[in-house]
Nanobody, 114 residues
Framework: QVQLVESGGDLVQPGGSLRLSCAASGITVSLNRMAWYRQAPGKQREWVATIASGGSTSYADSVKGRFTIARDSAKNAVHLQMNSLKPDDTAVYYC????????WGQGTQVTVSS
């Protein structure tokens, strides 16, 4: 059974940093294409970043240069390092993997506000 558990969300001031984590069970993170998505209030869920099984990464234009996705094979986890945060980054962040279907975690709240 695939389970994804996100953590690390918090209230942070504009310009600050946060590191989100996604702990996975039932899959091996390094063998799967893992992604982060986010959903702001009143908006559709949007893709943020992906790390492929081979290690290549890709980012939405809105976060490119500020966010970094990485995996920790020893902990079977995926992280999202977020720097230079802006109020527009405020959202619930979700970890995702697609197998026979899409799996999602419960999400972690990130609020960027002064």
């Amino acid at each position: 059974q695939v389970q994804l558990v996100e953590s690390g969300g918090d209230l942070v001031q504009p310009g600050g940093s946060l590191r989100l984590s996604c702990a996975a069970s039932g899959i091996t993170v390094s063998l799967n294409r893992m992604a982060w998505y986010r959903q702001a209030p009143g908006k559709q869920r949007e893709w943020v970043a992906t790390i492929a099984s081979g290690g290549s990464t890709s980012y939405a234009d809105s976060v490119k240069g500020r966010f970094t996705i990485a995996r920790d094979s020893a902990k079977n986890a995926v992280h999202l390092q977020m720097n230079s945060l802006k109020p527009d980054d405020t959202a619930v962040y979700y970890c995702n993997v697609i197998r026979t279907r899409a799996y999602w975690g419960q999400g972690t709240q990130v609020t960027v506000s002064s």
